[in-house]
């Protein structure tokens, strides 16, 4: 299977901020504000790809599609959610040849905070990119605190 993963929003603010960067820096002056600032939003992103959690509060659509004959079992495929920890899980979609998406209600999550949607094989979808499943997600490590 092939899944491409996107942002759809995010929210919060950066886990540590620039007066607490500045203080362990040693900078008592404002003129590198927005460097500092653009630096630790860059830090977070490089961070949050490396161990595949969101750091701040995002929302994410994720696409499935092109799945092959060992990505079934029993009759279902096992959808992994990229983005860790998984807060809520707010559609499930088919996706049709023609691009139309159906709401699925019938699906199951497994994990804690690194979920799997378990959904019913509805038809074939080896070959063709405009078939497959959505899902939307929340995902926010709630464990880090802000210093």
Do not use: H
């Not at 049709?96 to 378990?118: H, M």
């Not at 499943?133 to 802000?146: G, R």
């Amino acid at each position: 299977m092939i899944y491409e993963n996107k942002l759809v929003s995010s929210s919060g603010s950066e886990p540590i901020d620039s007066t607490y960067l500045k203080n362990y820096l040693r900078v008592d002056f404002s003129t590198d504000d927005t460097v500092i600032s653009n630096l630790i939003t860059a830090a977070r992103q490089v961070v949050e790809k490396w161990i595949e959690q969101a750091l701040i509060s995002k929302s994410f659509k994720c696409y499935y599609s092109e799945f092959e004959a060992w990505d079934e079992d029993q009759g279902y495929y096992f959808l992994p959610v990229p983005i860790s920890p998984v807060t809520s899980i707010t559609a499930v979609k088919s996706v049709a040849e023609d691009g139309t998406e159906t709401a699925i209600t019938d699906y199951k999550t497994t994990g804690l905070d690194e979920k799997t949607v378990r959904v019913e094989k509805i038809y074939s979808l080896t070959g063709s990119s405009r078939t497959g499943y959505v899902i939307e997600y929340d995902a926010e490590n709630t464990s880090i605190d802000e210093v």
